[in-house]
């Protein structure tokens, strides 16, 4: 999003990546996210991350063998839902929903127990601001390099980085069944 349609579309995905992220934390401290634990749950959550990345893929295939340029100049074509491309890739993500279940929800609940619910709450913001500030350095990055490296590169990258998500989506169909 950043290389193609400039900072404030790849900051509006990191934005919906990071209000998932805040999903992920109200979910824990509700106790909620033991529903996400049950196997046909994850199982259709790493079925629908796989439909997603195969998607995400194969589109970023299909722009590098159009030929579709990274310019110096922001693409004239608005990207459709850059909130909602970022909220669905981190909500859907089995991977991170596994992360919360099973690697920081023990630990905000057990902040919760030991510390109370506030101060778990305040522990627990800082992993979707972590995050919040990572994906936004990547947004800059990648909106101020397409100045800097020549366009041939940057599709490269786009290239490599495309069929990351379909070897991603085939991991993900292989855990779903």
């Known amino acids: 999003q950043g290389t193609r349609h400039g900072f404030k579309n790849a900051f509006l995905v990191s934005c919906g990546a990071f209000t998932a992220e805040i999903i992920f934390l109200l979910l824990t401290l509700t106790g ?6 049950d196997p046909q749950t994850l199982r259709f959550v790493w079925a629908l991350g796989s439909m997603m990345l195969f998607y995400l893929g194969l589109r970023g295939i299909i722009n590098y063998l159009i030929g579709r340029s990274v310019s110096n100049q922001v693409d004239v074509s608005k990207p459709k839902w850059p909130f909602v491309t970022g909220f669905s890739i981190n909500f859907l993500h089995p991977l991170n929903i596994v992360w919360w279940s099973g690697t920081l929800g023990p630990i905000v609940l057990e902040s ?12 627990g913001l800082g992993i979707p601001f972590g995050c919040l500030t990572w994906w936004t350095l990547l947004s800059l990055i990648a909106s101020f390099s397409k100045k800097s ?8 990258v786009n290239l490599f980085s495309s069929c990351g998500l379909l070897i991603f989506g085939v991991y993900f169909l292989i855990k779903a069944f």
């Open 112 to 123: 919760v127990h030991n510390y109370g619910l506030a101060t778990a709450a305040l522990n």
């Open 149 to 156: 490296f020549p366009d041939l590169l940057i599709k490269k």
């Open 32 to 37: 909620l996210i033991v529903f996400f634990s």
